[in-house]
């Protein structure tokens, strides 16, 4: 049984930091890549940053570049995201995915991240 569980989020206020985690298990960590998508009630869910197996390529939304940083330890089964210089439009659920090419991908149930004064 496959299982993305996501930890981290919170409430926190603007200009702060959090990190994310997202703990897999049931797959082959290390060959599949792995991102982080968030969603707001209303919206559809949108890429934040994803990585690639060995860490090899990293991606970002625009907004969060440079404040967003994506890693995993595939020692851990665990990708990570630390966001810093939080703004109130990164208020949102937080996603964590796992893909890898000819094969499903799978969600984790999210955690909730909300920048608030």
């Known amino acids: 049984q496959v299982q993305l569980v996501e930890s981290g989020g919170g409430l926190v206020q603007p200009g702060g930091s959090l990190r994310l985690s997202c703990v897999a298990s049931?797959?082959?960590?290390?060959?599949?890549?792995m991102g982080w998508y968030r969603q707001v009630p209303g919206k559809g869910r949108e890429l934040v940053a994803t990585?690639?197996?060995?860490?090899?390529?990293?991606v970002y939304e625009a907004s969060v570049k440079g404040r967003f940083s994506i890693s995993r330890d595939d020692s851990k089964n665990t990708v990570y995201l630390q966001m810093n210089s939080l703004i109130p439009e990164d208020s949102a659920m937080y996603f964590c995915?796992?893909?890898?090419?000819?094969?499903?991908?799978?969600w984790g149930q999210g955690t909730q991240v909300t920048v608030s004064s």
């Open positions: 995915n796992a893909l890898r090419l000819a094969s499903r991908d799978y």
């Open positions: 990585i690639t197996t060995s860490s090899r390529n990293l």
């Open positions: 049931g797959i082959t960590f290390n060959s599949y890549s």
